[in-house]
């Protein structure tokens, strides 16, 4: 197969094929004209990796996803350990999100956005935080 057939297969750019195979995650064949040939192989770990980071995994998260993957005799228990990390980070973040939220539903809230020039959300903006 070629980038473009990969690539509609898929549902990845050709340009992140192309990055990947930079980055070393895939490693089509090449022709003797130099062209790309993928295997079904490849295509494979392509799916793979656009799963991941359709969930959220990173570059590194995805290079110890496919090594795993690829390891027969792994544990489960170190896919599980990495994904449970994972896991935990998104949490973090909803948390964050959740306080964001709160705070600028509040600031909305304390506006009158009205014709006023005060403004309590700008002023709050204008706040230095310790963090």
């Known amino acids: 197969m070629n980038i ?3 690539s509609d ?3 990845l750019p050709a340009k992140t094929i192309r990055y990947y195979e930079e980055i070393g995650l895939i ?5 003797e004209n130099g062209y790309r040939a993928f ?4 295509l494979h770990k392509l799916t793979f990796l656009a ?3 359709s969930l959220g995994f990173t570059i590194d998260d995805c290079r110890s996803l496919m090594a795993l993957y ?3 005799s792994r544990a489960s228990a170190d896919v599980k350990k990495l994904v ?10 909803l948390e964050e999100l959740t306080q964001m939220r709160q705070t600028l539903s509040h600031l909305v809230d304390a506006c009158a956005g009205d014709d006023r020039p005060e403004c309590p959300i700008l002023k709050d903006l204008s706040k230095k935080t310790i963090g």
Do not use: C, W, Y
């Open 4 to 6: 473009g057939q990969v």
């Open 9 to 11: 297969f898929s549902g």
């Open 27 to 31: 490693a089509p064949m090449r022709g």
């Open 39 to 42: 295997r079904d192989t490849d």
């Open 51 to 53: 799963r991941a980071r």
């Open 70 to 72: 690829e390891d027969q």
């Open 84 to 93: 449970t990390q994972h896991l935990q980070n998104i949490d973090q973040k």
